[in-house]
């Protein structure tokens, strides 16, 4: 977690428990009376409003050099910043070299209403009285925006576990390439992180993956992984990808008996370009001195390819925080 505040309790009671910026405390609350409403399918979990979080995740764009040659390169840069005496993101800089795209219709994430905001009631409209001898003008149905540069996720959004996430890749890696990057079989790349050493990680929806890893203990890890999803297991659109990799962890073995529920902190997409990235928080039980994750999604859709990155990291970890941080610097797409 990031800052204090009141969250679902992590133990699966159905009041909220206070978490004082480091640890939970045994204070409770009753929720809110409001239910949220239910969210869509696994490629976008269900989310629903929580108590919001401090903290910052600003996208800006600053201009580089063109790659040379044929070869389109993707940087986003991610700078890391303390509050409340843990890092968490503080700004991003995107950077995305390629063509427009043909805009297609893409599925939104319905986000919950603002309960501080009233409806407006709409006053009387005079109408023109119809000319019988004119036809009827043809009208188009409205289409929702799709802003480049709006957050797909509002922050404070809670992403439930997903139950049956597609299972069909096997090909994970664990190899650092002689340029010191781990790179997926897709073309992404990450630099190594520091105390990270290379380790197949198999995320059953993740294919042509590539990942590094940190261990504590026997039974819990960090790790850092790029790969490709596919649109036939439902993975359509940046910003409904992100939540769905976020859901999809949740409910598989990773951390099965352990965590059901991530709030979303930032998210952020590319002014240009379908590129998202959104960070999130995981309160972990039964793990001995971990109390929560700390969890970054990259999301990348190119030449019809998705491309992903997936890091977790346990938010007490500094040095390991810190490692994630400096690798995702530099993230290239070749």
Known sequence: MSAPGWFPDPSGGPNLRYWDGRHWTSNTSPPPSNTPPAGPGFDAPAAHSAPQQSGSFVGVTQTLPRASGAQI???????????????????????FFRQT?????????????DPTTEASTPGPIDEPTPDPTTPAPTTTPSTPSTSSNEPPVKAGTV???????????SDAIGVLGADGRFASGGGLSVAAAKGFAATPV???WIHQSNSQSKLYGANWMASITVGTVRA??????????????????????????HATQAIVSESARAPEGDVVAMTANVAVTGVA??????????TILQG????????TVPASDDPGFTAVGDAVTDVRLA
């Open 73 to 95: 390169n993707l940087w986003l840069w991610i700078a890391f910043g303390v509050v409340v005496a843990m890092i968490i993101v503080v700004a991003a800089w995107l950077l």
């Open 159 to 169: 992403i439930d576990a997903v139950a049956g996430c597609p299972a069909t890749a």
């Open 304 to 311: 019809g390819v998705m491309h992903v990155l997936v890091s």
């Open 202 to 204: 198999q995320y059953p």
């Open 232 to 257: 036939e297991d439902g993975f359509t659109e940046t910003g409904a990808t992100a939540v769905a990799m976020v859901g999809c962890m949740l409910g598989s073995d990773f951390y099965a008996g």
């Open 101 to 113: 795209p043909t805009p297609t219709p893409t599925p939104i994430i319905t986000q919950p209403a």
């Open 289 to 298: 001195d971990i109390d929560s994750d700390y969890v970054y999604i990259m």
